[in-house]
């Protein structure tokens, strides 16, 4: 089995930054593919950015891509996902997720089917 558990959620004005963190346990190896996801309240869950662990390559939600960094410290089993610039419509519950063993490329990183474990959510709000 394998637990996933976000933190760093909060609350900021437009234009601000966080940092969120998802720290595993359990069986899971170096080779992974982990992503972030978000799901606004009456909205579909939406990938964000993923990272395939074996060899740091990402993908980004065009969404997010220039203001959200997904990275990986393999030795603390932990990914981040650094929010710079955040917009109120960044608002929403933002989950981390695991595929054990697969590589999963470009956008089906962002693909939610693809993940097996999951956290349980960190809230983001940003205010205007």
């Known amino acids: 089995q394998v637990q996933l558990v976000e933190s760093g959620g909060g609350s900021v004005q437009a234009g601000g930054s966080l940092k969120l963190s998802c720290a595993a346990s359990?069986?899971?190896?170096?080779?992974?593919?982990m992503g972030w996801f978000r799901q606004a309240p009456g909205k579909e869950r939406e990938g964000v950015a993923a990272i395939y662990t074996g060899s740091g390559t990402t993908y980004y939600a065009d969404s997010v891509k220039g203001r959200f960094t997904i990275s990986q410290d393999n030795a603390k089993r932990t990914m981040y996902l650094q929010m710079n610039s955040l917009q109120p419509e960044d608002t929403a519950m933002y989950s981390c997720?695991?595929?054990?063993?697969?590589?999963?490329?470009?956008?089906?990183?962002?693909?939610?089917?693809?993940?097996?474990?999951w956290g349980r959510g960190t809230q983001v709000t940003v205010s205007s």
């Open positions: 997720a695991a595929a054990p063993s697969m590589f999963l490329y470009g956008v089906t990183g962002l693909n939610p089917m693809n993940y097996k474990y």
């Open positions: 359990g069986f899971l190896s170096s080779t992974n593919s």
